[in-house]
């Protein structure tokens, strides 16, 4: 087992025991945002605002207007593609074994005929795509979303979100790739960043305008996170229910 798979084993482990034990907690945590480590976030939001602002986000516009769209969405594809295996397992985990039969054979259909996810024959034929991962899987049994979370780099959380991340690691080559190919993974990464930041260029303006940044994207991260958990059948009493649809590339991951 290499330091990686110890590190993420443990951080693993102790999201789930975290998070486990918030089940039980007032129900306003299903429905509000609990963030009881404001100040540490916001701090975090601001050192992430800086490097997006002065890294990132020029990068993934220069990435949107440097490459054709079809090239842009050949790559967009890729990274689902590679990264659909956990929408797979956690089809099965979830107790949707149809999904998971069609899932399965979108995956092999892009795999083969699509070369590598670049083109995406699966969708063509009526295999829509579905975005599954073990943070939802818990939700779905009953865990607790725990503390809104933002870390360095890597951006907002919940507890529940950030352990299904650990957990799924495995089943994509971004980040746990063998220790030979580490580079490969991190590079695929640093490309999958730039890819998924140039999808919210739109909402930029959004963004700048709020009259507080921080929570406009942390209530937006929270309610995507709700909308897919719930497969966009978001309850009636669920405070976050309104304009789900435009918030589909509200992203972890």
């Given amino acids: 087992m290499t330091a990686w798979e110890r590190s993420r084993l443990c951080l693993l482990s102790l999201a789930l025991a975290i ?6 907690t007032k129900a306003v945590q299903d429905q509000e945002a609990w963030d009881p480590i ?8 601001k ?16 990435y949107e207007r440097g490459l054709p769209p079809q090239m842009r969405g050949g ?26 039969g069609r899932d399965t054979g979108r995956f ?4 083969t005929v699509g070369l590598f996810g670049f083109f995406d024959p699966a969708t063509r034929i009526g ?14 049994w009953g865990v607790g979303e725990g503390p809104y979370l933002v870390l360095p780099v890597f951006g907002p959380y919940t507890l529940r979100s950030l352990a299904g991340n650990l957990a799924d690691s495995p089943l994509t080559p971004l980040i746990d790739i063998t220790d030979s190919d580490v580079d490969i993974a991190w590079a695929l990464w640093g490309v999958y960043q730039v890819d998924k930041r ?35 059948n978001v309850p009636e009493d669920d405070s976050y229910l309104d ?11």
């Avoid at 404001?38 to 939001?45: I, K, S, V």
């Avoid at 303006?205 to 897919?228: G, M, S």
């Fill in 19 to 24: 998070s486990g034990g918030c089940a039980s």
């Fill in 38 to 45: 404001e100040p540490f976030n916001r701090a975090m939001y």
């Fill in 47 to 62: 050192v992430n605002d800086i490097g997006d602002r002065y890294l990132l986000r020029p990068v993934a516009v220069g």
């Fill in 75 to 100: 790559i967009r594809n890729f990274f689902s593609n590679i990264r659909y295996p956990i929408t797979i397992v956690n089809d099965f985990l979830q107790g949707k074994f149809r999904d998971g």
């Fill in 108 to 111: 092999i259909l892009n795999t």
């Fill in 127 to 140: 295999l829509q795509e579905n975005d599954e991962d073990f943070g939802q899987t818990l939700g779905k």
């Fill in 198 to 232: 140039s999808r919210l260029l739109e909402a930029d303006q959004q963004v700048f305008e709020a009259y507080d940044p921080y929570l406009f994207v942390r209530d937006a991260y929270l309610q995507n996170r709700r909308y897919r958990m719930y497969d966009g």
């Fill in 243 to 253: 304009d789900m649809d435009d918030m589909d590339d509200m992203d972890d991951e």
